[in-house]
């Protein structure tokens, strides 16, 4: 009876020879399969940064309708903020908050007064690293 004993007790766990491989056949899953999730990620914020910049452009369109072209210079601010040109009674912000003028990656849209895509303005996001040009998730979208 002692020589079984001795066998089931010995059998009971993972002997370090597999966990060893458990854990390096995890490793190398998490190697293939971590950067393809976060890509996609990114792609997923980009997405998001055009419809958001859409949004703002039409947004924009409604403002130029009620208020005429926005002077050259004038910041996205213009959608949240009452501009200096514009009376108390005929304003209402054109976006719910001020985090709606914001990408993504918390950078805030830029409005390009006149536009370079458009003849009046465009918005844009410079993407992740918020500065100008760039490719991958850097790259920027402009909407006019």
Do not use: C
């Amino acid at each position: 009876m002692n020589g079984q004993q001795g066998r089931r007790r010995s059998r009971r766990g993972f002997t370090l020879i597999e966990a060893i491989v458990v854990i390096v056949i995890l490793g190398v899953l998490a190697a293939v399969i971590a950067p393809r999730f976060l890509g996609r990620i990114g792609q997923s914020k980009q997405s998001v940064a055009s419809a958001n910049a859409s949004s703002l452009a039409a947004a924009m369109r409604s403002f130029i309708a009620d208020h005429g072209e926005p002077e050259e210079g004038s910041t996205i601010d213009v959608l949240y903020e009452r501009p200096s040109n514009v009376s108390d009674d005929s304003w209402d912000p054109y976006v719910e908050k001020a985090d709606d003028l914001l990408d993504p990656w918390g950078n805030k849209f830029v409005l390009v007064v006149p536009g370079k895509v458009n003849a009046t303005f465009d918005i844009v996001s410079y993407g992740r690293d918020g500065k100008p040009g760039g490719d991958g998730e850097d790259a920027d979208i402009t909407k006019p």
